[in-house]
């Protein structure tokens, strides 16, 4: 009995006071899918962990007093003007060291803008507003639904246990706009990275090797037009996209096809548009396929200028000589017109070129410009 009495305090013990009673701290993770993201959408926020100088005791005191609430958590997080301001001032303080600068901002002016792009993701995922482009952002669940809430709640909980920074820090709300995203799978902005070391290899060789003089142009942009039903794999304008390109390649007007769009229409498709396109290029019209460079990032006609001339620095393809956009007739007009021209302006903040030569209603010229290599995070889902 006394041997009998010994087990069970013994057992008692341990049902009472076990060593998992304590709450683990976080361990650190590698996240290749959050860390990504954060990298590519918040790179300056990603230098700023510890921010000497940053006062967040009115931020942290307001996130506390949200308790369990999704809506009010996400609602205090946000960073406010006062708080946008503190961190200008703290940057000011720190300087240049420690930071990656945007070459065309200042410090405090790229780091203002990425607390922009963070809120508009906590804006528009976590609390369910129109951001500005509705027809392609938004949650997954509808805002009125219990299942809306309960996907903030859990992205909320997602970020606190992937992190163990304070939650008034810049580092956990960098954190929770990526678990908002990644909750709503709206995480293309890295789905191919390493890019140019992947699917982009084989072109990047041949650029090497390649006498630029010997053709017109140095390049066919071909963007991508998506369709607006989800069991659609190639739309018909984007097939017509691919039939053109096939025809002035044979023509020998360019060595290279880039193919620019991202998964975009209808919301949530798992079609990329560039990808579909290089596909029928490939498959349908035998281009060999380290001449069909790929740009699966763009999401607006905009950025498949901007994006195109980004990946012909990174593959070594020369900007002094012209390019060839090759679409259909209405997008091809669109893209010379004043109103493409004002919206160039107010999206990138600059023009990625200039619109040059018609050679047919589905060709014309552009020279790209070096003002495409700026980072401006105004859409950050297309980075």
Same mark, same amino acid.
């Given at each position: 009995?006394?041997?009998?009495?010994?087990?069970?305090?013994?057992?008692?013990?341990? @049902?009472?006071?076990?060593v998992?009673?304590?709450?683990?701290?976080?361990?650190?993770?590698?996240?290749?899918?959050?860390?990504?993201?954060?990298?590519?959408?918040?790179?300056?926020?990603?230098?700023?962990?510890?921010?000497?100088?940053?006062?967040?005791?009115?931020?942290?005191?307001?996130i506390?007093?949200?308790?369990?609430?999704?809506?009010?958590?996400?609602?205090?997080?946000?960073?406010?003007?006062?708080?946008? @301001?503190?961190?200008?001032?703290?940057?000011?303080?720190?300087?240049?060291?420690g930071?990656?600068?945007?070459?065309?901002?200042?410090v405090?002016?790229?780091?203002?803008?990425?607390?922009?792009?963070?809120?508009?993701?906590?804006?528009?995922?976590g609390?369910?507003?129109p951001g500005?482009?509705p027809?392609?952002?938004?949650?997954?669940?509808?805002?009125?639904?219990?299942?809306?809430?309960?996907?903030?709640?859990?992205a909320?909980?997602?970020?606190?246990?992937?992190?163990a920074?304070?939650?008034?820090?810049?580092?956990?709300?960098?954190?929770?706009?990526?678990?908002?995203?990644?909750?709503?799978d709206?995480?293309?902005?890295?789905?191919?990275?390493?890019?140019?070391?992947?699917?982009?290899?084989?072109?990047?060789?041949?650029?090497?090797?390649?006498?630029?003089?010997?053709?017109?142009?140095?390049?066919?942009?071909?963007?991508?037009?998506?369709?607006?039903?989800?069991?659609?794999?190639?739309?018909?304008?984007?097939?017509?996209?691919?039939?053109?390109?096939?025809?002035?390649?044979?023509?020998?007007?360019?060595p290279?096809?880039?193919?620019?769009?991202?998964?975009?229409?209808?919301?949530?498709?798992?079609?990329?548009?560039?990808?579909?396109?290089?596909? @029928?290029?490939?498959?349908?019209?035998?281009?060999?396929?380290?001449?069909?460079?790929?740009?699966?990032?763009?999401?607006?006609?905009?950025?498949?200028?901007?994006?195109?001339?980004?990946?012909?620095? @990174?593959?070594?393809?020369?900007?002094?000589?012209?390019?060839?956009?090759?679409?259909?007739?209405?997008?091809?007009?669109?893209?010379?017109?004043?109103?493409?021209?004002?919206?160039?302006?107010?999206?990138?903040?600059?023009?990625?070129?200039?619109?040059?030569?018609?050679?047919?209603?589905?060709?014309?010229?552009?020279?790209?410009?070096?003002?495409?290599l700026?980072?401006?995070?105004?859409?950050?889902?297309?980075?």
């Open positions: 009995m006394t041997g009998l009495r010994i087990v069970l305090a013994a057992l008692t013990m341990t @049902a009472a006071a076990p998992w009673a304590e709450t683990p701290a976080p361990v650190a993770m590698t996240d290749t899918v959050a860390d990504g993201l954060s990298q590519r959408l918040f790179p300056m926020l990603g230098a700023l962990d510890r921010l000497p100088g940053l006062d967040t005791r009115a931020r942290a005191a307001r506390a007093a949200c308790g369990d609430g999704p809506a009010c958590v996400v609602e205090a997080t946000m960073w406010s003007d006062q708080d946008r @301001a503190a961190v200008a001032a703290a940057v000011a303080r720190l300087g240049k060291t930071v990656r600068q945007n070459a065309d901002l200042s405090a002016a790229g780091v203002d803008q990425e607390l922009e792009a963070l809120n508009v993701v906590l804006r528009v995922y609390l369910g507003l500005r482009y027809k392609i952002d938004g949650p997954v669940f509808a805002t009125d639904t219990p299942f809306f809430a309960d996907s903030v709640k859990v909320i909980d997602t970020a606190r246990a992937a992190s920074a304070r939650p008034d820090t810049i580092a956990a709300s960098v954190r929770l706009a990526v678990a908002l995203l990644d909750a709503n709206a995480i293309a902005a890295t789905r191919f990275d390493p890019l140019d070391q992947r699917e982009n290899a084989g072109a990047q060789a041949a650029a090497a090797r390649t006498n630029w003089s010997a053709y017109r142009y140095s390049l066919l942009i071909v963007p991508g037009v998506g369709p607006e039903d989800s069991a659609t794999v190639l739309s018909p304008r984007s097939k017509l996209h691919a039939l053109l390109a096939a025809q002035r390649y044979r023509q020998g007007l360019a290279f096809i880039l193919v620019s769009g991202s998964a975009v229409h209808p919301r949530r498709t798992r079609f990329v548009e560039a990808v579909e396109i290089r596909r @029928a290029l490939i498959e349908r019209y035998g281009i060999p396929a380290d001449r069909v460079i790929l740009e699966p990032y763009a999401r607006h006609t905009t950025t498949n200028l901007r994006n195109a001339t980004r990946r012909m620095v @990174a593959l070594g393809i020369p900007l002094d000589r012209p390019t060839l956009i090759v679409t259909d007739a209405e997008q091809s007009k669109y893209i010379e017109s004043a109103t493409f021209t004002d919206r160039n302006r107010a999206e990138l903040g600059y023009l990625p070129g200039a619109v040059g030569r018609r050679l047919s209603v589905y060709d014309l010229e552009f020279r790209p410009s070096r003002l495409s700026r980072q401006d995070p105004r859409d950050p889902l297309d980075p």
